[in-house]
């Protein structure tokens, strides 16, 4: 099991390029998350998806777009990237949600900078 | 609006000694409250779960004790050890989605 994986590792853009992030998870989850982490901010959900072909807006959506074509992989796009999108990138996936079985597991992240 | 807080200086403490992390919360009512442990580089990784009408929970050297009268969850790591050095993150759930506090970074001296 390889769990959560995310690509790239590390990114680097220029501003108003774009992108897309991979995530994938081999453990059947319902439920999977992208996230952003600042320093000093800690994770703020940015978009989620509650099963293939839905997905729902977190605490911080904008300027970012996500699918859920596959069960098993969430991406997260960025159409036209900004300096202020420079962050680490996490993805999530977790069995349920609001019960017992909710522990999310994460990838390892993205690096990603806007110059 | 809903708040979490957790302590943003770092715990220093000896190796050996019973490390106590905090997390605070208002205007919330989670059904459950998760710990998480996070590493330089790396993703959290879930530690434990313990629900609303749970007081204390423990696994191995870890417990965790949630006060919804106080609004407050205490993580213990007892006999702590320097490989215990990490950032803990405490995530609440009212109802779909956890809410994750911004952690607390732990530094345990050999």
């Known amino acids: 099991n390889a769990g959560v994986t995310q690509t790239p590792k590390f990114r680097v853009l220029k501003t108003g390029q774009s992108m897309t992030l991979l995530c994938a998870q081999d453990m059947n989850h319902e439920y999977m998350y992208w996230y952003r982490q600042d320093p000093g901010m800690g994770l703020r959900l940015i978009h989620y998806?509650?099963?293939?072909?839905?997905?729902a807006k977190g605490e911080v959506p904008d300027g970012y777009n996500v699918s859920r074509l596959k069960k098993q992989n969430f991406l997260l796009g960025l159409e036209s990237a900004a300096p202020s999108q420079t962050s680490v990138y996490f993805c999530a996936s977790s069995y349920s949600a609001g019960g017992s079985y909710n522990e999310q597991f994460f990838g390892p992240g993205t690096r990603l900078t806007v110059l | 609006s809903q708040k979490i807080e957790q302590n943003s200086e770092a715990l220093n403490i000896q190796e050996g000694k019973t490390a106590t992390l905090t997390c605070n919360y208002t205007n919330y009512s989670p059904a459950y409250l998760q710990w998480y442990r996070q590493d330089p580089g790396r993703g959290p990784v879930f530690l434990l779960l313990i629900r609303e009408n749970e007081k204390e929970k423990r696994k191995e050297r870890l417990k965790v004790t949630f006060d919804t009268t106080l609004k407050q969850s205490l993580f213990h790591i007892t006999a702590s050890q320097p490989a215990d050095s990490a950032t803990y993150l405490c995530?609440?759930?009212?109802?779909?989605?956890?809410?994750f506090g911004r952690g607390t970074s732990l530094i345990v001296h050999p």
């Open positions: 995530a609440l759930e009212g109802g779909y989605i956890p809410t």
């Open positions: 998806s509650v099963g293939e072909g839905t997905t």
